[in-house]
């Protein structure tokens, strides 16, 4: 059931959100709008986040990188995008080897070798070799390069929403370097948009027959998730019916030819021993 709050902004039931427009997408949002998002108790997702009434769980920016602090454990990147505030980008470290996929061309390290030339001058041999990523996403832990976001770089970074101490933060998942003023303003006209079009404008589902709506098909999802999941319980218990059936034949047939190979050696024993007892009486004689 929808329930209000002291804005008379209406909250509608986390099965109402795949209706909304910001629940499943990249949100665009500026610094100083991310740090009025807000989490409410009735709700257990901790990623769901709410600016007015629309939940929201994933937010993109595009600003400067001003600040850059490693950690053990993850990277702090502060970005400011000019809009009154500034939002901390957290980068978690991978804590072992790095896959070989990255979203970024990895850099790379020179190394150089003293030879000696034909004319018996001393020359350099350079190398070069690739460093791997550090960093990993929080969702997939896909390995994420973050070499080029160094203070002064123009990036475009999208994530999670966490809160540290009262702000609001973003676990980074992807990122990309922005190259021209073209591609700054047109994120920035897209965002006062969506500002302006959507997050500035409460949220309505649409009365309490698409409330009723949107639960039936909630329903009736959970009960298909209940039937794969049985289904799924059903091929386990069938095929592993299938092994044990299979690993007793084995085993039959294992005794079986155990119990021929006994027989065999007995055979083979009495054989023997006949043969020997002639040899010796003919030994005799």
Known sequence: MATADNNDLTFYPSFCFKASPTHFTWVKIAAIDAQKLQRRREYPDEQTYFYNNHPIRYISLLGLIIARTDLARRTILT???????????????????SKPQSQ?????????????????????DTTTQPTQPTHQTPTTHTPIDITPLQPGALAHVKGTITTFRGAVQLNLERMFLVRDTNTEMRFVDQRSRFLVEVLAVPWWVGGAEEVERLRGEAEEEEERVVEEQERLRRRQRRREEREERDRRRIMREWEREERGREKEAGWCRDEGGRVMRERKASGNN
């Open 79 to 97: 970005l400011d995008d000019s809009s009154g505030a500034t939002i901390e980008i957290v980068v978690l470290k991978a804590d072992g080897p």
């Open 104 to 124: 970024f061309t990895s850099h790379t390290t020179t190394t150089t070798q003293p030879t000696t030339s034909y004319t018996g001058h001393t020359t350099t």
